[in-house]
């Protein structure tokens, strides 16, 4: 396994945010979870990246115990976050943004590998010179994980990255997962899209309330949609129906 988390607690004060929860990730796996607002996805990734410091568990990653190592230091083992909201740096060049991807780097590589970027993503090569905040939100989403590229991750974590682009940007975004896994990339992916997660992810975990109450296979979790819904919070549950062949 690449990823190996056991048991992992995160609180905020009395809040448990994460209980207790068991995921695997397996080299070039893409592996989705899925839950409702507020099940605790963002407090799972966020304490796979280093920053927060899990209340209890362990994250094994390549079988090096990561739990208590910096933010920095998972950088440098090859685990990257693209976060809630891209973050990325309005007020600094799309340039200047993808070279801070790189600041842990210490190889000559870097400027070939923003080219590389630039010819997948055209439309950051336009403006590369321009603020970050001239970007739509889809090209912020790019920028964010073309930053993540260049840090050579070799698993990479991305939290609701369709959220808020149009339905051409997030084909174009999971079409780029898909690219980016086929050359060698695991991916956690945090999605409320749930049916194109699914699509994409080998398997998937479903959080509720901190805790992971669902695992299996992509067509497991599709095969039980009834299930799925009733945790992802997509209003009441589905009425019961004959089972379709
Ligand atoms: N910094 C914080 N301080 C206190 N409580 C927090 C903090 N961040 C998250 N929480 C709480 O922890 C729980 C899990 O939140 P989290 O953001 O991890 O959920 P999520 O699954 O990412 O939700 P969403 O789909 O809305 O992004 C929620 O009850 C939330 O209110
Ligand atoms: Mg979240």
Do not use: C, W
Request: net charge negative; aromatic share 4%.
């Amino acid at each position: 396994m690449l990823l190996e988390v056991s048991g992992l607690d995160v609180s905020y004060g009395r809040t448990r945010a994460v209980k207790g929860a068991d995921l695997t990730v397996g080299q070039g796996e893409i592996v989705a979870v899925l839950g409702a607002n507020g099940a605790g996805k963002t407090s799972l990734l966020r304490a796979l990246q280093g920053a927060v410091k899990p209340a209890g568990g362990r994250i094994v990653f390549d079988g090096v115990d990561l739990t208590a190592q910096s933010s920095a230091a998972r950088v440098r083992s090859g685990v990257m976050l693209v976060p809630e909201g891209r973050q990325i740096f309005v007020s600094m060049t799309v340039h200047e943004n993808l070279l801070m991807g790189a600041y842990l780097r210490r190889d000559g590589a870097v400027e070939s590998d923003i080219d590389a970027i630039y010819d997948r993503f055209p439309n950051l090569a336009q403006r590369r010179d321009m603020k970050a905040s001239v970007l739509s939100g889809g090209e912020q989403q790019m920028l964010a994980i073309g930053r993540a590229m260049l840090g050579r991750p070799r698993l990479v974590m991305l939290d609701e990255p369709s959220l808020g682009l149009s339905p051409l940007f997030v084909e174009r975004l999971f079409d780029l997962l898909g690219e980016l896994n086929r050359e060698g990339i695991a991916i956690l992916l945090v999605e409320q899209n749930t049916t194109m997660a699914l699509e994409l992810a080998a398997r998937a975990y479903v959080l509720d309330l901190g805790a992971v109450v669902l695992e299996g296979t992509s067509a497991e979790l599709m095969r039980d949609e009834a299930l799925t819904e009733a945790y992802l919070g997509g209003g009441a549950p589905a009425p019961a129906q004959p089972a379709a062949g």
